[in-house]
Nanobody
Framework: QVYLVESGGGLAQVGGSLKLSCALSGRTLSDFAMGWFRQAPGKEREFVAAISRTGSSSWYADSVKGRSTVSRDSAKNTVYLQMDSLKPEDTAVYYC???????????????????WGQGTQVTVSS
């Protein structure tokens, strides 16, 4: 079984930064393409960022492009989401997801991912 545990969320100020982590256990991180999604209160869950199995490819939602960086560390079996220049609209529960995709593939839709974490709350306050 694959388990994903997110951490690093919390309260941040507008213009600040947070680095979210997602630790994968039960399998090797390199077996999976990884994604980050978020769900704001009263809204549907939406795609944020994704990274391929080797980290050679990544993709971002327009809402975070230029302000966020997704990365992965196979030695730590962990994927990260660095978020800078935070805005109030970044407030949401952030989820990481994993899928045993072929090399080079990136998925931006929820239904492609087989495994999900429980989420970590990010609140951006002015």
């Amino acid at each position: 079984q694959v388990y994903l545990v997110e951490s690093g969320g919390g309260l941040a100020q507008v213009g600040g930064s947070l680095k979210l982590s997602c630790a994968l256990s039960g399998r090797t991180l390199s077996d999976f393409a990884m994604g980050w999604f978020r769900q704001a209160p009263g809204k549907e869950r939406e795609f944020v960022a994704a990274i391929s199995r080797t980290g050679s490819s990544s993709w971002y939602a327009d809402s975070v492009k230029g302000r966020s960086t997704v990365s992965r560390d196979s030695a730590k079996n962990t994927v990260y989401l660095q978020m800078d220049s935070l805005k109030p609209e970044d407030t949401a529960v952030y989820y990481c997801a994993a899928d045993p995709a072929p090399y080079g593939f990136i998925y931006v839709v929820e239904y492609e991912y087989d495994y999900w974490g429980q989420g970590t709350q990010v609140t951006v306050s002015s």
